[in-house]
């Protein structure tokens, strides 16, 4: 799996957009982008994942750039309860035995009232 | 239930103690994670169940560390003579379809 950086914190005001963004420079062409969150006391949660096409859903949309070396995760309109842990993972295809994920430490998100 | 279940939330052992971890993944899930999460740290894979066929342990981080699914739906991660290095929260996941895995909210183990 490529390896990604992250910003470690980020701060946002709510309503405002949030974008996280995610480096994957060494990302090769069959690797996807994978975007979970965690907030506090819970276990992660899947938000979305692409690989070369830009996608939305009712989380989130994520915007991969033409050369995949980066990506950002925007949320659109920030709530409080978007403050959580943001990890950005690099993987190739999954299928059954290939799903392991391995986590970063990620980015800290705190949206401000 | 409708998501992954784990018990106990917390425990707290005293050094050299053995815990047990149980996972209930949602029903039907085929595969079926653990993960260690130590405190400020992401969660780093300890093990993967494919139905009961454990196919990857490569994150166990030694012999005293021991998962479990015998029927392929239940799990459970038990800690042998329990150390202080082994406080953390443990999560469970599991997943039918690829991409998505759902986790559970983890078990807090306190070792003192």
């Known amino acids: 799996d490529a390896k990604t950086t992250q910003p470690p914190s980020m701060d946002c005001a709510e309503g405002r957009a949030a974008n996280l963004p995610c480096n994957h420079s060494?990302?090769?062409?069959?690797?996807?982008v994978y975007w979970y969150r965690q907030i506090h006391s819970q276990g992660p949660q899947y938000i979305i994942h692409?690989?070369?096409n830009n996608e939305t859903n009712e989380m989130a949309s994520l915007i991969i750039t033409e050369d995949r070396k980066s990506s950002t995760l925007i949320l659109p309109h920030a709530t409080l309860r978007d403050t959580a842990v943001y990890y950005c993972?690099?993987?190739?295809?999954?299928?059954?035995?290939?799903?392991?994920?391995?986590f970063g430490t990620g980015t800290r998100l705190t949206i401000i009232p | 239930g409708a998501g992954v279940s784990q018990s106990p939330r917390y425990k707290v052992a005293k050094r050299g103690q053995d815990v047990a971890l149980r996972c209930d993944p949602i029903?039907?899930?085929?595969?079926l994670f653990w993960y260690q999460q130590a405190l400020g740290q992401g969660p780093e894979f300890l093990t993967y169940?494919?139905?009961?066929?454990?196919?990857?342990k490569s994150g166990l981080p030694s012999d005293r560390f021991f998962a479990e699914r015998p029927e392929g739906s239940v799990s459970t991660l038990k800690i042998q003579r329990t150390q202080q290095e082994d406080s953390a929260v443990y999560l469970c996941?599991?997943?039918?379809?690829?991409?998505?895995?759902?986790f559970g909210e983890g078990s807090r183990l306190t070792v003192l």
């Open positions: 996941a599991s997943s039918l379809a690829p991409f998505e895995l759902f």
């Open positions: 060494t990302i090769s062409g069959n690797e996807y």
């Open positions: 692409g690989l070369k």
């Open positions: 993972i690099a993987k190739k295809p999954i299928n059954f035995g290939n799903e392991k994920l391995t």
């Open positions: 029903s039907g899930h085929v595969s």
């Open positions: 169940f494919q139905n009961e066929a454990q196919l990857d």
